[in-house]
């Protein structure tokens, strides 16, 4: 079948969630931009899903830094799809491949390295090919989660051996973690809102809610000392892990903060991750040995991914939001 030029035009036209001025979820719009070919090292895809994390609102808040140098630009990193292009270099991937990850090394390619589009340019090293029995949305959820969850671990030095405390045991990191944890033998006791509670007995925490008389409460729970602590929220949880005599280098926080590092907690998450990482978490999601809660899909429209972002920062979310993207 013939292709008329309006049709052409078409198929090089990318479509992106950006935003031009930091601020609300209301700065966010899907906008139409080219197609870019891959640069060396790199991967188009046609993104399937995208997974929303915290850091994303963070950055377009303004959070970070408020540099409009670099605006417009897109949103979010964790993303599942199809090889669509394959840039010089690249070993181990082809066209037609199912991937997922977290992109963060992408050569500047402005408004396409972003998760949240039709399309986006990815570094080879940051997609992995998706193993059987994964879906598309699932995979969506893993990259910076998983990620993280598995790098903190390791600065933690976790053992089948220890007993542990996973705070926001339920969110997009804490549900992962404490699975992993479990995984590794370790006893866990997940702290989340009583809402969670059954939730997290499903994943293998003790869960715990967070409240007054929390310390002794978690003593309570543990019936042994706690050896380690993961705190995915906030400072109380660098106070709670001194409380329980954590010893040092046994504590540590996704939100690092001066303070939490003079009160002697390991400032970790995904800069403690390795290769390979995100591979084993897709595998143990593939085969059910981690499970992965979705607490909501959205469409790609503006509408629904400003209002995806407004969910997300509420901050009580049960696993991850996906944004379906084609
Ligand atoms: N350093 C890194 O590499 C790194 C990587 C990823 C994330 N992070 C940061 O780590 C944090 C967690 O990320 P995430 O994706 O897991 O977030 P998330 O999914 O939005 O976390 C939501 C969870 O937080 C729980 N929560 C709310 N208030 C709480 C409280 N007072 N005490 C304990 N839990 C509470 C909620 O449980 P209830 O609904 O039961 O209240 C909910 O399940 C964010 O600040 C994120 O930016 C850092």
Redesign the pocket.
């Given at each position: 079948m013939e292709t008329t030029i309006a049709e052409e035009a078409e198929d090089l036209m990318n479509q992106a969630i950006q935003y031009q001025e930091f601020g609300s979820p209301d700065v966010l719009n899907v906008v139409e931009t080219e197609t870019a070919e891959p640069g060396d090292g790199e991967v188009r895809v046609a993104v399937k899903a995208a997974g929303l994390?915290?850091?994303d609102w963070?950055i377009f808040s303004g959070m970070f830094g408020g540099d409009t140098s670099g605006l417009p630009t897109g949103v979010a990193n964790d993303f599942s799809g199809v090889v669509q292009a394959v840039g010089n270099g690249v070993e181990g991937l082809a066209v037609g491949d199912e991937v997922f990850g977290s992109m963060k090394s992408a050569r500047s390619h402005g408004q396409n390295t972003s998760a949240l589009a039709k399309e986006a340019i990815v570094a080879a090293k940051d997609a992995e090919k998706m193993p059987d029995g994964l879906s598309f949305v699932d995979a969506a959820s893993l990259g910076?989660?998983g990620l993280?969850a598995c790098?903190s671990l390791r600065a933690l030095n976790l053992q089948g051996s220890d007993v542990i405390v996973i705070?926001?045991?339920?969110?997009?990191?804490?549900a992962i973690a404490v699975q992993l944890a479990v995984y590794s033998g370790a006893t866990v006791i997940g702290?989340?809102?009583e809402?969670?509670a059954d939730y997290l007995r499903s994943l293998g925490a003790i869960p715990v809610a967070?409240g007054d008389n929390l310390e002794s409460r978690v003593r309570e729970a543990a019936g042994a000392p706690v050896t380690k602590l993961l705190d995915?929220?906030?400072p109380e949880y660098v106070d709670l892990a001194i409380a329980l005599n954590v010893g040092a280098g046994s504590y540590g926080t996704?939100?690092?903060t001066p303070e939490a590092t003079e009160k002697g907690a390991i400032?970790?998450?995904?800069?403690h991750a390795q290769p390979g990482d995100l591979e084993r978490v897709g595998k143990l999601v593939a085969n059910g040995t981690v499970k992965v809660s979705i607490a909501h899909v959205y469409p790609f429209s503006t509408e629904s991914v400003r209002q995806a972002y407004t969910d997300?920062q509420r901050?009580?979310?049960?696993g991850?939001l996906i944004v379906e993207v084609s």
């Open positions: 994390n915290p850091v963070k910076i989660a993280t790098g705070s926001a045991a339920a969110g997009g990191v804490g702290i989340a809102s809402s969670n967070y995915c929220f906030g996704l939100v690092g400032a970790t998450g995904q800069r997300l901050g009580h979310v049960r991850k």
